[in-house]
């Protein structure tokens, strides 16, 4: 009876809890302090899954990286969590990648919208216009990259994009006029997008004024302003002319590190605000102060 009854208490055991063993990844996230704030995006988005130890390669933001673009603690806190996710999976590359020299290489993103790298001839890599800083590291299977800046997912659309920024409002309704942003989806372009005060300045004074002008002369205006290829602003740094779809190009330079760019009929040159923003997957977005001028026929 002793036998069975000690049998008997035997198969009532709970046993013993499985014990899921920490990913290199996962340990990396958790313990290095300058990717505490990375880690709590992951979490806001509910995406713990993805510090697995799978063959990819994840770009992460560093602390002073997120706090430049404007990110905290707590702002991470009450973003909505499909906001955080879109970003997480646009940094996570569903393979093991080293960018390619002097030319950007779109790389498949678990968001579904391709991310560009590149390595250039001083050995840097650059992701969406933006460095890598630091050592790469091999975390298991798993390819790190630290970022100097998160990368802004992309924008389903060109319209879209103008929809959630309301500093373009003028150029959108250019290109309610003019019908282009299909052409510009068509092909590999950059677009420099004047904002609503750069509009005003040029004498269109609202809306309506933009509803007035002569169709023909915005097409040429949003010609202009496209430039025919993918042009990051670490591209940008190396040339000194573009080419557009109006046909005539533009002059890049630069002032105490910032891009300016210069039309046919601009005495002032246009200064960089924010870019590498891409709408769609091949539309790259620079916002400027000014519109540029094309040449007069």
């Known amino acids: 009876m002793l036998l069975i009854f000690c049998w008997l208490a035997s198969c009532n055991k709970t046993p013993a809890p499985v014990k899921n063993p920490i990913t290199p990844l996962q340990f990396l996230i958790n313990t290095d302090t300058s990717f505490s704030i990375f880690h709590r995006m992951i979490l806001q988005a509910n995406e713990a899954g993805l510090v697995s130890n799978d063959s990819v390669t994840f770009l992460i933001p560093t602390n002073a990286a997120f706090r430049s673009a404007g990110y905290n ?3 991470i806190d009450t973003l909505p969590s499909s906001t955080a996710d879109r ?32 390595t250039d001839g001083a050995h840097q890599i650059w992701f969406n216009g933006t460095p890598v800083t630091g050592d790469t590291a091999n975390v298991g299977n798993v390819l790190v990259y630290r970022l100097s800046a998160p990368l802004q997912p ?6 879209i994009l103008f929809a959630q920024d309301s500093t373009l409002s003028f150029l959108a309704e250019v290109f309610l006029r003019t019908n282009l942003d ?12 004047p904002v609503n005060s750069a509009f005003i300045a040029a004498g269109y004074d609202s809306l309506g004024a933009i509803d007035a002008a002569d169709s023909a002369t915005l097409v040429q205006l949003v010609k202009y302003h496209t430039l025919t290829g993918d042009y990051f602003t670490n ?4 040339v000194s002319t573009v080419p557009t779809l109006q046909g005539s190009p533009v002059t890049v330079s630069s002032q105490n590190g910032i891009l300016q760019f210069s039309g046919a009929n601009n005495p002032v040159p246009a200064n960089w605000l924010s870019g590498n923003q891409l709408a769609g997957s091949t539309l790259i977005v620079h916002r400027i102060d000014q519109v540029l001028a094309p040449p007069t026929p």
């Open 182 to 193: 299909s052409v510009l989806f068509s092909g590999n372009y950059t677009l420099l997008a």
């Open 154 to 159: 992309p924008a389903d659309s060109l319209n």
């Open 235 to 238: 591209i940008l740094m190396g």
């Open 73 to 75: 603690e707590g702002s």
């Open 87 to 118: 970003l997480i999976r646009y940094h996570y590359i569903s393979s093991r990648v080293v960018p390619g020299g002097n030319t950007y290489t779109g790389y498949p993103t678990l968001l579904g919208y391709p991310i560009y790298g590149m």
